[in-house]
């Protein structure tokens, strides 16, 4: 039996320059990889400047994150994460994500969305991968970027 088939979907590259950063404010870029929004999944890659904090938020799926440069941590825990640093973050987690170091580059591959809390723990808005993209992909626009190839299926 030969496991070759003409007919396999093909692997899909994207080339570091092929989707741009976008300025989001606030010492943050960002660039989405993909979205599969039927499947609540969301890929994105940011770079922070030091003293960049997320609100805290919780996570309604798991997340796995991947450091490649500089350095962060979260307000509510003592370790940091640095270059090489794997972090999984499973459904319900809560934290508030600090930047420490400049240009520092996380790629986080999520499921679900990020339900952004005030200083009570009540949720103040919502952040998800098809909200994400279409944010990314107006600042891509407005940045002069164009309409980059965001893998969305």
Not at 124 to 141: F, I, N
Request: hydrophobic share 35%; aromatic share 12%; glycine share 12%.
């Amino acid at each position: 039996m030969t496991l070759t088939s003409h007919n396999a979907p093909e692997a899909v590259h994207i080339g570091d320059s092929d989707l741009p950063f976008v300025e989001i404010g606030g010492g943050n870029k960002m660039r989405v990889l993909q979205v599969k929004e039927k499947e609540g999944l969301w890929i994105v890659e940011n770079i922070f400047m030091a003293g960049f904090d997320v609100q805290k938020h919780r996570h309604s799926g798991p997340v796995w994150g991947y450091t490649t440069s500089g350095a962060w941590k979260y307000k509510e825990y003592d370790y940091v994460n640095r270059a090489g640093s794997f972090l999984y973050e499973p459904a319900g987690s809560i934290h508030t994500l600090e930047c420490i170091e400049d240009n520092t580059r996380v790629w986080f591959h999520m499921y679900g969305v990020n339900l952004n809390l005030d200083d009570d723990g009540n949720v103040e808005s919502v952040t998800d991968g098809a909200g994400s993209l279409q944010a990314y992909l107006a600042l891509c626009e407005m940045q002069g970027f164009g309409i980059p190839q965001v893998i969305t299926d």
